[in-house]
């Protein structure tokens, strides 16, 4: 199969062609928490979002961290997401370390976890519509606060599974809540592309831009791949396979019309294609034994589509699991992808981004990328962490480069296809880059969640069918 690859034309121009690079930023899983403190909460539902800035600056409640607890006990949370502390730390630290930032690739999830149960547990008496004008408040708020932090910067935005007015996994295509937040993801959009945006994003929170200059002939496509979910619902509970489809046809006629126009595209999104290769394992999941591993979406056809169109789609950004890592799309198939037509079959990238929120016991962190505009490639980028998980007097610092640590030079396909072949002949992680890699995959480096079963975390990364991870485990299981 290696071999296979290797003889297969490549999706991404050669690193030499066009050497300037440009700045950016790679946000994701901000989980922002207006609920922090409880008792400004009635404060902030009364509030314009322009306001909401000087409501949470004030000095902390006197029962703050009571009340918060009892919130947190109330709604079982897992932990802690973004304070007003912690998100204004993050936009700071962003600012310092890259002010000049062209553009912001911000990968969903802006809200906390359990959202409506801690809306439930302040206003019991809420009216219906209430829950969903305070989560557009938040969101209008978090977008607000990263485009005045960067007035000059392009922020492109992409809704995750948490950012809904329904619920957790839950959304309505067509609703008023997608029309709603058009506006506020469109709002900062060059006006000759707002239009489009908004008509698109209303249906199924996706939307399709030429991203700004100093990017040459290069759209992004945004979607919200919610509803690609095996746990996705709509708002009254209930299955709807139709929203995925209309989903997967209108990305398709998208790549297909840039292929057309000889365009470059990155895809951007939240839960990523492949397989959940953490929760497969702890989840006791016996692939050898014809059990299926944890997938992240219901079905492979995001990825399929993804490789279809690899010969434009230069990089996919999702993000989702709060960790640092990376993909490749299309691999496991192999001397097949050889017969397929020129324009398409091709190898496709994908960077994760990690979390703002430390939910999971990870340290805060985001991304600062470099750019090659002109081929539409990521060049390079460094990993950014703080000090702490608070943000309060949090200092924030280079955990690391990606060129320095992997020794290549830009995250495109064949780049990220050699490291994970190398990754994949070294099963038990004693080379410097898969100790790097499994220092850096939890930002705040926790190595023993990922070294028990780093043979089987690597075969999901460049395996994203369940039959092709299984056979992956099993041939690595065989020869081990």
């Known amino acids: 199969m290696?071999?296979?690859?290797?003889?297969?034309?490549?999706?991404?121009?050669?690193?030499?062609?066009?050497?300037?690079?440009?700045?950016?930023?790679?946000?994701?899983?901000?989980h922002f928490d207006p609920f922090h403190d409880p008792a400004r909460v009635k404060g902030l539902a009364g509030a314009p979002a322009s306001q909401w800035r000087h409501i949470l600056s004030a000095a902390a409640s006197?029962?703050?961290?009571?009340?918060?607890?009892?919130?947190?006990?109330?709604?079982?949370?897992?932990?802690?997401?973004?304070?007003?502390?912690?998100?204004?730390?993050?936009?700071?630290?962003?600012?310092?370390?890259?002010?000049?930032?062209?553009?912001?690739?911000?990968?969903?999830?802006l809200i906390a976890h359990g959202f409506d149960c801690r809306y439930a547990k302040l206003f019991p008496d809420a009216k219906p519509g209430d829950y969903q004008a305070f989560v557009l408040k938040t969101l209008r708020f978090v977008v607000g606060e990263l485009?005045?932090?960067?007035?000059?910067?392009?922020?492109?935005?992409?809704?995750?599974?948490?950012?809904?007015?329904?619920?957790?996994?839950?959304?309505?295509?067509?609703?008023?809540?997608?029309?709603?937040?058009?506006?506020?993801?469109?709002?900062?959009?060059p006006a000759s592309q707002r239009e489009r945006a908004l008509k698109e994003f209303a249906i199924s929170g996706s939307y399709n831009?030429?991203?700004?200059?100093?990017?040459?002939?290069?759209r992004l496509i945004a979607i919200d791949d919610l509803f690609l979910s095996g746990k996705y619902s709509t708002c009254g509970g209930k299955p709807d396979p139709?929203?995925?489809?209309?989903?997967?046809?209108?990305?398709?006629?998208?790549?297909?019309?840039?292929?057309?126009?000889?365009?470059?595209?990155?895809?951007?999104?939240h839960i990523p294609p492949g397989i959940d290769a953490f929760s497969t394992v702890a989840k006791l999941r016996n692939v050898c034994g014809g059990q299926a591993p944890v997938s992240f979406l219901s079905s492979d056809k995001l990825a399929d589509l993804l490789v279809k169109y690899g010969d434009v789609v230069r990089l996919g950004i999702f993000a989702h699991t709060h960790m640092d890592e990376m993909r490749l799309l299309g691999a496991e198939k192999?001397?097949?992808?050889?017969?397929?037509?020129?324009?398409?079959?091709?190898?496709?990238?994908?960077?994760?981004?990690?979390s703002i929120s430390p939910v999971d016991g990870n340290t805060p962190?985001?991304?600062?990328?470099?750019?090659?505009?002109?081929?539409?490639?990521l060049a390079d980028y460094d990993v950014v962490e703080a000090s702490n998980q608070t943000g309060i007097d949090a200092q924030w610092s280079t955990e690391y480069n990606y060129g320095q640590?992997?020794?290549?030079?830009?995250?495109?396909?064949?780049?990220?296809?050699?490291?994970?072949?190398?990754?994949?002949?070294?099963?038990?992680?004693?080379?410097?880059?898969?100790?790097?890699?499994?220092?850096?995959?939890?930002?705040?480096?926790?190595?023993?969640?990922?070294?028990?079963?780093?043979?089987e975390y690597v075969c999901a990364l460049d395996h994203s069918s369940a039959s092709a991870f299984a056979a992956c485990v099993c041939s690595s299981a065989a020869n081990r």
Not at 426 to 433: L, R, S, V
């Open 2 to 30: 290696r071999a296979a690859l290797a003889q297969m034309p490549q999706n991404t121009a050669p690193a030499h062609s066009g050497s300037k690079t440009v700045p950016a930023l790679f946000v994701s899983d901000i």
């Open 62 to 109: 006197a029962n703050q961290r009571q009340s918060f607890e009892s919130l947190q006990q109330s709604c079982h949370a897992r932990g802690i997401d973004t304070p007003m502390a912690l998100f204004d730390s993050s936009l700071k630290a962003m600012h310092a370390r890259q002010p000049d930032a062209r553009f912001m690739m911000v990968s969903g999830d």
């Open 147 to 189: 485009r005045a932090a960067f007035p000059r910067t392009q922020v492109y935005v992409a809704l995750g599974n948490n950012d809904s007015g329904c619920g957790d996994y839950k959304l309505d295509a067509g609703s008023d809540f997608l029309a709603e937040t058009a506006k506020i993801v469109a709002e900062g959009l």
């Open 209 to 218: 831009v030429a991203m700004a200059e100093p990017m040459q002939g290069t």
């Open 242 to 269: 139709s929203a995925a489809s209309a989903q997967l046809a209108w990305l398709e006629q998208q790549l297909a019309e840039a292929r057309a126009a000889g365009e470059k595209v990155w895809v951007m999104g």
């Open 334 to 354: 192999g001397a097949a992808m050889l017969s397929m037509p020129a324009e398409g079959g091709h190898p496709v990238a994908l960077k994760l981004v990690s």
């Open 365 to 377: 962190s985001f991304t600062v990328a470099r750019v090659n505009p002109a081929a539409g490639v």
């Open 405 to 455: 640590t992997y020794h290549e030079s830009q995250f495109a396909a064949e780049n990220v296809k050699e490291l994970i072949d190398g990754f994949k002949a070294d099963g038990t992680a004693k080379t410097a880059k898969s100790k790097a890699y499994i220092h850096n995959y939890f930002v705040g480096d926790l190595s023993l969640e990922l070294s028990p079963f780093w043979p």
